[in-house]
Nanobody
Framework: QVQLVESGGGLVQAGGSLRLSCVAS????????MGWFRQADGKEREFVAAVSWSGSTYYADSVKGRFTISRDNAKNTVYLQMNSLKPEDTAIYTC????????????????????WGQGTQVTVSS
């Protein structure tokens, strides 16, 4: 069974930092790209960041320079380090596993992901 379990969310003041983690089963993780998406109240889900199996990274313009995605393939874990947080970063953050090991996909699209975690709430107060 495919499982993605996020942790690390919480309440933080503007300007603060949080580190999200997403642990996957080995069979789920190995070879696949991983992504983070977020959804704020009343808004559509949006792409945040993605990392390929080889380590190439992709970011939404809104988080570029503030967020860093990384993965530890030995631990089947993907991380999202979030610095200089803003109130507009408040959302439920969800990790996802790519639907194929084939490279060159548009990892900013939610349609390129086939498994999703339950999400973790991030709230940034002003």
């Amino acid at each position: 069974q495919v499982q993605l379990v996020e942790s690390g969310g919480g309440l933080v003041q503007a300007g603060g930092s949080l580190r999200l983690s997403c642990v996957a089963s080995r069979r789920t993780f190995s070879g696949y790209p991983m992504g983070w998406f977020r959804q704020a109240d009343g808004k559509e889900r949006e792409f945040v960041a993605a990392v390929s199996w080889s380590g190439s990274t992709y970011y939404a313009d809104s988080v570029k320079g503030r967020f860093t995605i990384s993965r530890d393939n030995a631990k089947n874990t993907v991380y999202l380090q979030m610095n200089s947080l803003k109130p507009e970063d408040t959302a439920i953050y969800t990790c996802a596993r790519g639907r194929t090991v084939v490279a060159g996909r548009d990892l900013t699209s939610p349609y390129e992901y086939s498994y999703w975690g339950q999400g973790t709430q991030v709230t940034v107060s002003s």
